[in-house]
C-alpha cells in the first residue's frame, strides 16, 4: 500500500526559529513535492524534487528552503519563521509512468507560528 | 495568476440527489485533470483522472466530464452520499516536456451532503 508520512501533524512555533518538516515515501517514487494549504487558495506549490539532491522552486519558495538527500525523503525548511507561514503543509510524490501523474498526499503538518 | 479556479467555494446536497462540481482552466497546455477529495485533518487522496483526448471517464458513482473548447471540466456525483462531504480540489497538468508532473491545484469547493 502507498505510504506518504509526515513527522508531525501538529506544530507550533515561535517567530524566528528555524523548522524543519520532514517527509517521507515508501514507494520509491522519483518526484516529491511541498505545497500549502491556505483557506481560499487551495493548495500551492512551494518546491517539488524530481530527482535525489534536484530541486525546483513552486508557485511560491520565498521562505522555504527543501532538501533531498536521499530518494525517499524530501524535507521542507523555514529558515525563520513567520506569522505568514501559519498554514497547513502537504507533501505528496509520484511517479510518471504511461502517463500516469496521480500524486500520493501524506496526512499534512498543520504550523502554527506565533 | 489562478490558472485552475473553482469559482463555487460550497455546494451543499441532499443525500441522493446529483451533485456537480464545477472547474475551469485557462492555460491551453494542460493536458491532464484530475479532481482530489479532503477530508478534515488528512491529506487529499486521488478520486478520478481524465486526458484531454477524452471527453468523459466514469468509475462507479464519479463521472469526470471535459469541455476542451471552454476549458471546463466537472465531477458529477450520483447517488450523493453523506460520506461524500468533504473538500474537492480541482488539478490540471501539463504531460509535455519536463512537467515533472507538477499539479496545479484549484481553490476547492467544500460539498455537504444531508441526510
Known amino acids: 500500500d502507498v505510504k506518504v508520512t509526515q513527522s508531525s501533524r501538529y506544530l507550533v512555533k515561535r517567530t524566528g526559529e528555524k523548522v524543519f518538516l520532514e517527509c517521507v515515501q515508501d514507494m520509491d517514487h522519483e518526484n516529491m513535492f511541498w505545497y500549502r494549504q491556505d483557506p481560499g487558495l487551495g493548495l500551492r506549490l512551494i518546491y517539488f524534487?524530481?530527482?535525489?539532491?534536484?530541486?525546483e522552486k513552486g508557485d511560491i519558495p520565498e521562505g522555504y528552503s527543501v532538501s533531498r538527500e536521499k530518494k525517499e525523503r524530501f524535507s521542507l525548511i523555514l529558515e525563520s519563521a513567520s506569522t505568514n507561514q501559519t498554514s497547513m503543509y502537504l507533501c505528496?510524490?509520484?511517479?510518471?509512468?504511461?502517463?500516469?501523474?496521480?500524486?500520493?498526499f501524506g496526512p499534512g503538518t498543520r504550523l502554527t507560528v506565533t | 495568476d489562478q490558472q485552475v479556479k473553482q469559482n463555487s467555494p460550497s455546494l451543499s446536497v441532499q443525500e441522493g440527489r446529483i451533485s456537480i462540481l464545477n472547474c475551469d482552466y485557462t492555460?491551453?497546455?494542460?493536458?491532464?485533470f484530475l479532481w482530489y477529495k479532503k477530508y478534515p485533518a488528512e491529506g487529499p487522496t486521488f478520486l478520478i483522472s481524465?486526458?484531454?483526448?477524452?471527453d468523459k471517464n466514469e468509475d462507479g458513482r464519479f463521472t469526470v466530464f471535459l469541455n476542451k473548447s471552454a476549458k471546463h471540466l466537472s465531477l458529477h456525483i450520483v447517488p450523493s452520499q453523506p460520506g461524500d462531504s468533504a473538500v474537492y480540489f480541482c488539478a490540471a497538468s501539463s504531460t509535455g516536456g519536463t512537467s515533472y508532473g507538477k499539479l496545479t491545484f484549484g481553490q476547492g469547493t467544500i460539498l455537504t451532503v444531508h441526510p
Open positions: 481524465i486526458s484531454s483526448i477524452k
Open positions: 524534487s524530481y530527482d535525489v539532491k534536484m530541486k
Open positions: 505528496a510524490s509520484s511517479i510518471i509512468a504511461g502517463g500516469y501523474y496521480e500524486q500520493y
Open positions: 492555460n491551453s497546455m494542460f493536458d491532464y
